[in-house]
């Protein structure tokens, strides 16, 4: 499993605490498909810090970083410098 | 992801929480009430705060603060609200402007405002809540516009804490319908800021409404990114303030379990103490139990927060609800064994009372944690169903 795959599956994992069913296409868009809020949004931005020791900042604040599994884990590709 | 469930204070901060202690009880108590009556804060108190270095003590180190370790707060918060729910106002939204600025400000911003709101030099509030908009706060009605050079923002924002006397607001607003952050100068010319008078508890807050009008803003007042304001920037801001009002409550139920055992145990009735009587028990036995519920969740959050752990934030709700509603009926029960003394706003019960009952309403209804909580069980349940289903 490469390691974009290993991200996307473990925030496949995450978002499984807050939605019925997190098998959802790697593309989809998690917020403007109302499938989670604002309570995961921050949480999401500490799950990635913890788990992959990275900081997210001001600068990180677009839309594009977190809006599917493949963005998100290519955001913290990008920030790990993969 | 393994947290360190044993939470103990280094030897130098337990020594900083004994002094938080003694202040809360020497320098807060014995005045909070005649602030309450008052309806203002002693603006001495609030100096003393700044000068002992604990108002912006959450600042980075970098930026004049501590970067109080999470425990050291939460004890000062629970010391500070035994004493005076109406004070903790302060270094709650006080925190709450600092985080919000520490976690997504700009360097620009993080070194002008920073500093002076670490030294107390200046105040931060949070302006989120609106004539129209109280828990659908992802709704807020204030709007603004790009003008070239920056924004204009329009609209109200209503019951801001320590409003009257802040010198800097964490505003969110909508830019082209999108929740976002601005930082605002109280001195704003655009910006008219009215005091709230006669509220049921919080009294000594410093409430204030705020009214935006041709308030004109400079590109660099945007606080995080323009649909970020509620998510994050909010985001982040709301779960300090619940962590503060969680450890308050603790505080607030810590007083009221005092003054019952105190007064129960002093006044006679039917020929003995009624601490001896048994009805009076289960009142203290309640009101024990809950208030050591409740510092167990607060120390459960703590944890979490001390370790980065993206758990914080439920935890966080879940102690906020419950001790909040905890010290509502901490509240009402030492009323109850105070009798006509509880209801005197010569003892203390009687403003714990009517500031408990806020508690309940501030930072999250109580209504609204119940809804995440629930909702976050029922999918912590459907998740451990589904790990059950594929390994059985």
Redesign the interface.
């Known amino acids: 499993m490469s390691d974009q795959s290993a991200v996307i599956e473990d925030i496949r994992e995450?978002l499984?605490?807050?939605?019925?069913d997190p098998s959802v296409p790697v593309d989809q868009d998690l917020f403007g498909s109302g499938l989670v809020n604002?309570?995961f949004?921050?949480?999401?931005?500490?799950?990635i810090?913890?788990e992959y020791g990275i900081a997210v900042?001001?600068d990180d604040?677009?839309?594009d970083n977190f809006r599917s599994l493949q963005a998100i884990a290519g955001f913290v590709g990008r920030k790990r410098g993969d | 992801?393994g947290i360190e469930r044993s939470l103990e204070l280094s030897n130098s901060d337990a020594l900083v929480a004994e002094e938080m202690e003694a202040f809360a009880q020497r320098e807060v108590l014995p005045y909070a009430s005649s602030w309450d009556k008052a309806e203002a804060m002693d603006p001495e108190v609030i100096r003393s705060l700044s000068k002992r270095g604990w108002l912006g003590a959450l600042a980075p180190e970098a930026y004049g603060g501590q970067d109080m370790d999470p425990l050291l707060w939460g004890r000062f918060c629970e010391s500070i609200g035994t004493a005076s729910s109406s004070l903790l106002g302060l270094p709650t939204v006080h925190g709450m402007a600092i985080q919000a600025i520490a976690r997504?400000?700009?360097d620009a911003q993080k070194e002008t405002v920073l500093p002076m709101l670490a030294s107390g030099e200046a105040i931060g509030a949070f302006a989120l809540t609106e004539p129209e908009v109280g828990s659908d706060a992802?709704n807020v009605q204030t709007v603004a516009e790009a003008t070239g050079s920056g924004f204009r923002l329009t609209g109200r924002k209503r019951w801001i804490t320590f409003g009257n006397i802040a010198n800097w607001f964490v505003v969110v607003a909508r830019l082209e319908d999108k929740p976002t952050a601005f930082l605002v100068p109280s001195t704003n010319s655009g910006l008219k800021i009215t005091p709230v008078k006669d509220m049921l508890g919080f009294r000594s807050a410093e409430l204030a409404n705020l009214h935006f009008e041709n308030c004109e803003v400079t590109e660099d007042a945007i606080l995080?990114?323009p649909?970020?304001g509620?998510?994050?920037v909010a985001?982040?801001a709301l779960?300090h303030g619940r962590f503060c009002i969680a450890w308050g409550c603790v505080g607030l139920a810590q007083g009221c379990l005092s003054a019952s055992m105190e007064h129960a145990q002093e006044r006679e009735q039917f020929g003995k103490p009624i601490s001896e009587h048994q009805l009076i028990q289960r009142l203290i036995a309640d009101m024990l139990v809950g208030t050591r519920a409740a510092r167990g969740l607060c120390l459960e959050a703590t944890a979490l927060k001390r370790?980065?752990?993206?758990?914080?934030?439920?935890e966080t709700s879940i102690a906020k609800y419950y001790a909040s509603q905890h010290a509502a009926k901490a509240s009402r029960d030492a009323v109850q064994i105070l009798g006509g003394t509880g209801c005197s706003s010569e003892g203390h019960v009687e403003r714990y009372f009517r500031d408990a009952k806020v508690t309940e309403i501030i930072e999250g209804s109580s209504q609204i944690q119940q809804l995440?909580i629930a909702r976050?069980g029922l999918?912590?349940h459907?998740?451990e169903k589904?790990k059950k289903a594929t390994n059985p």
């Open positions: 995450f499984g605490q807050f939605v019925s604002s309570l949004a921050m949480q999401l931005v500490l799950h810090e913890a900042s001001n604040l677009d839309l | 992801m997504w400000g700009t992802a995080g990114r649909g970020f509620f998510s994050h985001g982040t779960d370790a980065g752990d993206p758990r914080v934030i439920m995440i976050h999918m912590q459907r998740k589904r």
